[in-house]
């Protein structure tokens, strides 16, 4: 167990409907990051941040964005989707930079 | 563009055998390479990492061979067994960039790797 939560572990939704995925980093890490997984693309950045503020973006849709409260938790809100968001969303957390301990993903559906 | 290149795709190794996954880069900017272990239904768990620093790195039965000027890397599994049989990530991180790819991990394609008791 990495110490890194993450709800729902499934989703399933229709085309053009909107999701909110969650995240709890371990306790005492400030870093967040959000990573794709497709049978396609492999493991994909999508997005870091840091006590609360955006330090990196990577290879995210316009359609998508994410928000790091301030407890630490993140969101990853994903809307207008479409049969191809269907993946693996994983968290990651660390204190910085240094090294990342991925959450247990949340799989999502779109039908 | 893929910027960390592993292979093989998929390997098959008998038990107490060596598996050996390669990856390489172009970026010299990467400055932090870890492995990632990953089971079904289960998020990436981090196995062991290397700084350019060290040519290599050893932890149990798992070594990370690092060959700076080849701009390669490489996991050694000694002794390999059945409950090692997965998918093995390899990736890279520039941590010393503070611009926009701040702690972002690329990763390789992955191998899926069984090893037969």
């Known amino acids: 167990d990495s110490g890194v939560t993450q709800t729902p572990k499934h989703l399933i939704t229709a085309t053009g409907q909107r999701v909110t995925l969650r995240c709890s980093p371990r306790s005492g890490d400030l870093s967040v990051y959000w990573y794709q997984q497709s049978l396609d693309q492999g493991l994909q950045f999508l997005i870091h941040?840091?006590?609360?503020?955006?330090?990196a973006k990577g290879n995210i849709l316009e359609r998508f964005s994410a928000q790091q409260f301030p407890d630490l938790h993140s969101e990853l809100n994903l809307s207008s989707l479409e049969l191809g968001d269907s993946a693996l969303y994983f968290c990651a957390s660390s204190v910085y930079t240094d090294t990342q301990y991925f959450g247990p993903g949340t799989r999502l559906t779109v039908l | 563009q893929q910027q960390v290149k592993q292979s093989p795709q998929s390997l098959i190794v008998q038990k107490g055998g060596i598996s050996i996954i390669n990856c390489a880069y172009e970026n010299t900017a990467f400055d932090y390479f870890p492995w990632y272990q990953q089971f079904p239904g289960k998020g990436p768990a981090l196995l062991i990492a290397i700084r350019p620093d060290v040519s290599e790195k050893k932890e149990g039965r798992f070594t990370i061979s690092f060959n700076k000027s080849a701009k390669q890397f490489s996991l050694h599994i000694m002794d390999s067994q059945p409950g090692d049989s997965a998918t093995y990530f390899c990736a890279a991180e520039s941590m010393a960039d503070r611009g926009s790819t701040l702690g972002r991990l690329y990763f390789g394609r992955g191998t899926q790797l069984t090893v037969w008791p």
């Open positions: 941040y840091y006590n609360g503020e955006e330090r």
